[in-house]
């Protein structure tokens, strides 16, 4: 069964110190991998995809890079309003536009 | 501005009372998918349409039905059927091409009175 698992379920952060936030699949036939950031009663916004391993995407304190088993959201110096959950989405071939999201990671950032 | 609107924000439901969540899209998208999402559990598919007047289930279907009359609006029912409705639903669309992300509404949070 193709599975994504995130980890840590949940991280705590002083401001300004960098971590990574993980993304392991098993799927087979990678179509595509998303990250999405969702803010308490609110519905999930992309961030990025990745298509290939060795390929990556910025977006100010966020680096997200893609191998053949897993993803990683590195985040630099955050800041409190980086304070969310992180979701991890997988598109694998043949599954039309479908999409396999894992659990999420809940990470907090204190000021 | 194009995006996607779901209504209610909340909404409250009656044993053997059947509610229906609206989801609205203006990003001209042929795809629109509805989630279920849970406490500490990942987004679970409930159906999902590629094109207007043709759905498919997802994988946690029993208890719901969908409608898609029109490209813009994909309307969930939740049924007297579904024994556990309480959660936060969440309606997407996409182009319905393999690498193109899925785009989110807000959600509507339905509660058991």
């Known amino acids: 069964e193709d599975q994504v698992t995130q980890s840590p379920e949940a991280l705590r952060l002083q401001e300004g110190e960098s971590s990574s936030l993980n993304c392991s699949y098993t799927?087979?036939?990678?179509?595509?991998l998303f990250w999405y950031r969702q803010d308490p009663g609110k519905g999930p916004e992309f961030l990025f995809t990745l298509y290939s391993a060795g390929e990556e995407k910025e977006k100010e304190r966020l680096k997200a890079t893609l191998t053949k088993k897993e993803s990683f959201l590195h985040i630099t110096a955050p800041k409190p309003e980086d304070s969310a959950t992180y979701l991890c989405?997988?598109?694998?071939?043949?599954?039309?536009?479908?999409?396999?999201f894992g659990k999420g990671i809940t990470l907090s950032v204190r000021p | 501005d194009g995006g996607i609107t779901q209504s209610p924000k909340y909404l409250f439901r009656k044993e053997g009372q059947n509610v229906t969540l609206s989801c609205e899209q203006n990003l001209n998208h042929d795809a629109m998918y509805w989630y279920r999402q849970d406490p500490g559990q990942g987004l679970r598919l409930i159906y999902y349409s590629q094109i207007v007047n043709d759905f498919q289930k997802g994988d946690i279907a029993e208890g719901y039905s969908v409608s898609r009359e029109k490209k813009e609006s994909f309307p969930l029912t939740v049924t007297s059927a579904q024994k556990n409705p309480t959660a936060f639903y969440l309606c997407?669309?996409?182009?319905?091409?393999?690498?193109?992300?899925?785009?989110f509404g807000d959600g509507t949070r339905l509660s058991i009175l």
């Open positions: 997407a669309s996409s182009s319905g091409q393999a690498d193109q992300p899925q785009h």
């Open positions: 799927v087979s036939g990678l179509r595509g």
């Open positions: 989405a997988v598109r694998y071939t043949g599954a039309n536009s479908k999409l396999t």
